[in-house]
């Protein structure tokens, strides 16, 4: 039922809450004397130059690969996690065994881009 | 109405208009970011269809990992390129075309299409599958190999992803 899902509504609306919170509670709380030297843009001190679209590194998006990649590995263990000890009074070992290879591989893989310097920022 | 129809009819709104503001916005990151609240009201939708872990995996994956990909792609991009919604004629009557195929077919299985008996014994059990417990006991008994050779498949995707995007190694 929907209804039990109201304790994750309350963490989501809470996060949400406090998030908005931080974010308004300077404009709620500090005094306001806005001038046009106040509201132009502040770049060091400096004239600002150049466009604020910049384009981001290509290295960014190695990064970002890796991340979807580990995070579907995490995504298996959540229904693991929460099965296991119902699974292992009826199958035994054999269920932490198959996670513990599915674990060992992706790690093999973790460590391959290690070294290879996949993490490396040059 | 009970609070399942409520909701179901809030997030469908919702996720039928972001996905409406997403393809019409001119600057590419705010249409990602669009994509991100469809993609929660997906979420939503399929907490509804009680597949709660398919609804967690929406948000971890979905609006997590792959928008992060997506928002680097759009950043990786010439700004002044992208600017432009498309307008070619001829692609606008292709994608015309498949949206009411989709429609069509849509319209034919609420209204017209009436399941037979073995059909809706198998909506009865898939109703309780979406469970976490369901998926998590289905993916460590029945369908363990294909859970390793799905480990295999995600080590081949971080080799092949550091392969072909650092040329340059130690």
């Known amino acids: 039922m929907i209804i039990n899902y109201i304790p994750i509504l309350l963490v989501i609306a809470a996060a949400a809450g406090f998030a908005g919170l931080v974010v308004y509670s300077s404009t709620l709380f500090g005094p306001q004397s806005p001038n046009k030297e106040k509201l132009s843009t502040y770049e060091s001190g400096m004239k600002p130059v150049g466009t604020t679209k910049e384009r981001v590194s290509v290295k960014y998006y190695l990064v970002a690969m890796f991340f979807i990649i580990f995070d579907l590995e995490v995504v298996f263990v959540y229904p693991w996690a929460v099965q296991f000890k119902k699974l292992y009074n009826q199958y035994g070992i054999s269920v932490f065994i198959s996670m513990l290879i599915f674990l060992v591989v992706l790690e093999l893989g973790y460590l391959y881009v290690y070294k290879k310097g996949g993490f490396k920022w040059d | ?170």
């Open chain 2, 1 to 170: 109405m009970n609070l399942e129809i409520i909701l179901f009819i809030l997030f469908s709104v919702i996720a039928a208009a972001s996905a409406v503001i997403m393809i019409t916005r001119a600057n590419p990151i705010i249409s990602a970011l669009f994509l991100v609240l469809n993609f929660a009201c997906l979420a939503g939708l399929y907490l509804l269809l009680n597949a709660q872990f398919i609804a967690v995996t929406q948000i971890i994956v979905y609006a997590g990992a792959i928008m992060v990909l997506f928002l680097f792609v759009i950043m990786l991009l010439r700004p002044e390129h992208d600017l432009t919604l498309q307008k070619k004629s001829k692609i606008k009557f292709m994608a015309a075309a498949a949206g009411i195929f989709v429609f069509a077919q849509l319209v034919y299985i609420i209204f017209f299409f009436s399941p037979n008996a073995s059909q809706k014994t198998s909506v009865q059990s898939s109703i309780n599958s979406g469970t976490i417990e369901q998926i998590g006991t289905a993916i460590f008994t029945k369908y363990v190999i294909p859970f390793e050779a799905a480990g295999y498949l995600l080590l081949a995707a971080a080799i092949g992803a550091l392969v072909l995007a650092k040329k340059k190694f130690e």
